[in-house]
């Protein structure tokens, strides 16, 4: 089992930052990559961007690409999401997820998640 817990969302205005944080614990070892993943209302759950834990490869959506980065602090099992530019279509739930696959933009991939963290940007 992996547990995951996300923090640092809020409501921001249009343009301005926030950083999420993933932190993970269990059986963190069999993770391959983590994922954050957001869902807007009525919405399916859309890929945002991946990390391998060790290589620390990293993917983006084409969306955030350039916006937002991903990174990892192996020593505290944490990923963060550091989302710069924000727009008020990033306004949704962030999930994080831990897989042992390697299609790391499904989120039928993923074994486990966060609760989500709410990201509201205002125009």
């Known amino acids: 089992q992996v547990q995951l817990v996300e923090s640092g969302g809020g409501l921001v205005q249009a343009g301005a930052s926030l950083r999420l944080s993933c932190a993970a614990s269990?059986?963190?070892?069999?993770?391959?990559?983590m994922g954050w993943f957001r869902q807007a209302p009525g919405k399916e759950r859309e890929f945002v961007a991946a990390m391998t834990w060790s290589g620390g490869n990293t993917y983006y959506s084409d969306s955030v690409k350039g916006r937002f980065t991903i990174s990892r602090d192996k020593t505290e099992n944490t990923v963060y999401l550091q989302m710069n530019s924000l727009k008020p279509e990033d306004t949704a739930v962030y999930y994080c997820?831990?897989?042992?696959?390697?299609?790391?933009?499904?989120?039928?991939?993923?074994?486990?998640w966060g609760q989500g963290t709410q990201v509201t940007v205002s125009s």
């Open positions: 997820g831990s897989t042992i696959g390697l299609r790391l933009n499904s989120y039928r991939n993923y074994e486990y």
């Open positions: 269990g059986r963190t070892s069999s993770s391959y990559a």
